[in-house]
């Protein structure tokens, strides 16, 4: 049990599970090793992206980074709350490189503040002509649960806040 319990909070601990980042390889343990095709970690109001990430488990039972490859965020200009019948969505608005695609949204909650992390893909070629590109992206909000009061949210650095 104690096994499972680490191997459940290393991956909510890195902001990653297989229904975030669906199109994405499954978490892999082996030889107590856990790979993570994608993680990412909230500290604070800092967001950070990181690929192929490996924790290995120690002999207590706990795991400890032991490899990551640096990931990139998509660059944000605005964000929006959206609210429709009970549902809340926030549209972010910014631009990428022609050269990588907008992968899933990673969203976190924790004392009144979403953090949402929208990573690229890496480029698809070593070869690429930097052309910004426009994109919008729409991210509901887990707030059902929540009750009636002020709330914020921070999608890569752009911050707003919003009411329920």
Not at 96 to 121: K, L
Not at 122 to 147: G, N, R
Request: proline share 4%; charged share 20%.
């Amino acid at each position: 049990m104690t096994y499972l319990k680490n191997y459940v909070a290393a991956t909510m601990l890195l902001g990653c599970s297989h229904a975030v980042w669906a199109e994405q390889s499954p978490v892999v343990l082996r030889d107590d090793v856990l790979t993570l095709p994608q993680a990412v970690v909230m500290d604070g109001d800092d967001l950070s992206h990181f690929r192929n990430v490996e924790l290995t488990q120690g002999a207590n039972g706990n795991f400890a980074i032991t490899a990551s490859e640096p990931g990139n965020l998509a660059q944000v200009e605005s964000v929006e709350i959206l609210k429709n019948a009970g549902r809340v969505d926030v549209l972010a608005e910014g631009f990428r490189s022609a050269c990588v695609s907008i992968e899933p949204a990673a969203v976190s909650y924790h004392d009144g503040q979403f953090m949402v992390a929208i990573p690229v893909s890496e480029p698809t070629s070593d070869v690429c002509i930097e052309l910004a590109v426009e994109y919008y992206l729409i991210t509901t909000l887990p707030t059902e649960d929540l009750s009636s009061g002020e709330y914020s949210v921070n999608v890569n650095g752009v911050k707003t806040d919003f009411t329920l």
